[in-house]
């Protein structure tokens, strides 16, 4: 006698990315909690999970970040589906694509066909770093400094946490009043959605600048879904095939649509921290 089926997943796909384990800015205890309370059918990895680039420079790597790629495992095995999808970060990993390994499904690109019928192009987001021109700005900004920036967010953070305030994010805040970090962004999103549409595609999803989003761009559904150092974001899919983007904080008790973006369903989110 076959058991009664359990209730559905909550969540159809979560798009994760730039989670860059193995490097210092990397917020793998949040990332954790996210994973060990997400009730979902598909969990999709879109490149620079692991940091091989900074992996190079320094060896870092706590128990957080080991937990973190045993939870994903653990996901896969439980019988979620997993596709992962190597960023630049960790493209050593692009030899694999076309393979499975431990249950995890390892792609290149792919398209995403979503509940409501509309597929989307999924990838990374290096791919259009050719066809977006670096300033001066961005140059300086290499990633010594990113790291200085980054470093410099902790201790604020730190201070912050220690009075009772929320999370803060240096390295966001810094790039939100730099006219040319915004026009690089712009340029961004716009070289991705014209990759979507150029292949009859309603949208596209991708990660790369550490910038959630979403947004309609000359008929594209641009979605980026941030970043695990800087934003703590994911885009979800719902069971109607409606995105949105949530963040995931030790300072909140509950995931949070970040507003305003089109096509957030109410929210699927109440996932205790």
């Given at each position: 006698m076959k058991s009664a089926p359990g209730p559905a997943p909550r969540l159809r796909t979560v798009f994760i990315s730039d989670v860059h384990l193995g490097f210092r800015g990397c917020q793998a205890e949040y990332l954790l909690k996210f994973l060990n309370t997400l009730d979902a059918e598909q969990l999709v990895l879109v490149g620079d999970i692991v940091d091989l680039w900074s992996l190079q420079?320094?060896?870092?790597?706590?128990?957080?970040?080991?937990?973190?790629?045993?939870?994903?495992?653990?996901l896969a095995r439980e019988g979620m589906r997993v596709v992962y999808v190597p960023g630049n970060h960790d493209e050593g990993f692009r030899e694999l694509c076309g393979s499975e390994i431990s249950g995890i499904e390892i792609r290149r690109d792919f398209i995403h066909v979503a509940a409501d019928g509309k597929r989307y192009l999924v990838l990374h987001g290096d791919d259009f770093d050719h066809a977006v021109k670096f300033s001066g700005v961005l140059k300086a900004t290499g990633e010594w400094l990113y790291d200085v920036i980054l470093w410099a967010g902790r201790m604020i953070q730190g201070v912050r946490h220690r009075f009772g305030f929320g999370y803060w994010s240096l390295a966001t805040w810094i790039k939100s009043r730099v006219p040319d970090a915004r026009r690089y962004i712009d340029r961004f999103?716009?070289?991705?959605a014209y990759e979507a549409g150029r292949h009859g595609l309603d949208?596209?999803?991708?990660?790369?600048?550490?910038?959630?989003?979403?947004r309609d761009v000359d008929g594209v559904l641009y979605c980026n879904d941030g970043d695990w150092v800087e934003h703590c974001s994911a885009l979800v899919e719902d069971r109607n095939g409606q995105l949105g983007l949530v963040t995931f904080t030790g300072a909140q008790t509950e995931l949070n649509a970040v507003a305003p973006v089109p096509q957030v369903s109410p929210a699927p989110l109440g996932v205790a921290a």
């Open positions: 420079r320094v060896a870092f790597w706590p128990a957080a970040h080991t937990d973190v790629l045993r939870a994903i495992l653990r999103e716009r070289a991705a949208g596209v999803i991708c990660g790369h600048i550490h910038q959630p989003g979403i």
